[in-house]
């Protein structure tokens, strides 16, 4: 069964803290995986999609990669305005539609 | 990215009653998405809104349940039926970005059933 699981659920970081969230995959055939950031009473906000293993996409302090099986995402120094809830999710392969599989997300906390 | 915009943004209502939530696109697309984003977990896709033809459900979702309209390419509605406290969530709109490939949301109904 296709799946999506991320780690931690809930991290608390103090400003400046480097850390890494995880994102590990089990998908037929991987038609790219993304990272989305979502803050409360808000939607999902798309941050990178990644493609291949390998592949790596940055943008401010984030930084997404990508292997065969999972994928992180790196944030730098983080700032209390990086306070949010992470979200990864995949595409199948071959499918007809745009089905994507969401992990339940990571919520990052960053103190000031 | 296109700009989305649903309506009501959150909404408090009784048991038994219907809510229609609606999404709006500032540009044509050809399918738009309905989500369910419950507490503590992960967003599910409830159904395909494709222009001019009906609504695909997913395993789980139907349409006496989750009534569907597009009238057109840059609008479409979702119809939460006889409503129940277990129906409590968070309805999100959304739509493919230009590369078909990566999705864009709306910012969500919230939607407290009583």
């Known amino acids: 069964e296709d799946q999506v699981t991320q780690s931690p659920e809930a991290l608390r970081l103090q400003e400046g803290e480097s850390s890494s969230l995880n994102c590990s995959y089990t998908?037929?055939?991987?038609?790219?995986l993304f990272w989305y950031r979502q803050d409360p009473g808000k939607g999902p906000e798309f941050l990178f999609t990644l493609y291949s293993a390998g592949e790596e996409k940055e943008k401010e302090r984030l930084k997404a990669t990508l292997t065969k099986k999972e994928s992180f995402l790196h944030i730098t120094a983080p700032k209390p305005e990086d306070s949010a809830t992470y979200l990864c999710a995949v595409r199948e392969s071959g499918s007809g539609t745009y089905k994507y599989i969401f992990g339940t997300g990571t919520r990052l906390k960053v103190l000031a | 990215s296109a700009v989305i915009s649903q309506k009501p943004s959150r909404d408090i209502c009784q048991r038994g009653t219907s809510l229609t939530i609606q999404c709006q696109v500032d540009?044509?697309?050809?399918?738009m998405f309905w989500y369910r984003q419950q507490p503590g977990q992960s967003l599910t896709l409830i159904a395909t809104?494709?222009?001019?033809?009906?609504?695909?459900?997913e395993s789980g979702f139907v349409i006496d349940k989750f009534p569907i309209s597009r009238p057109n390419l840059t609008f479409s509605t979702l119809t939460v039926s006889n409503m129940s406290p277990e129906d409590s969530s968070i309805y999100l709109c959304s739509v493919p970005g230009q590369t078909n490939t990566e999705a864009f949301f709306g910012q969500g109904t919230r939607l407290t059933v009583v």
């Open positions: 998908v037929s055939g991987l038609r790219g």
């Open positions: 809104a494709n222009q001019g033809s009906e609504a695909t459900y």
């Open positions: 540009s044509q697309v050809t399918m």
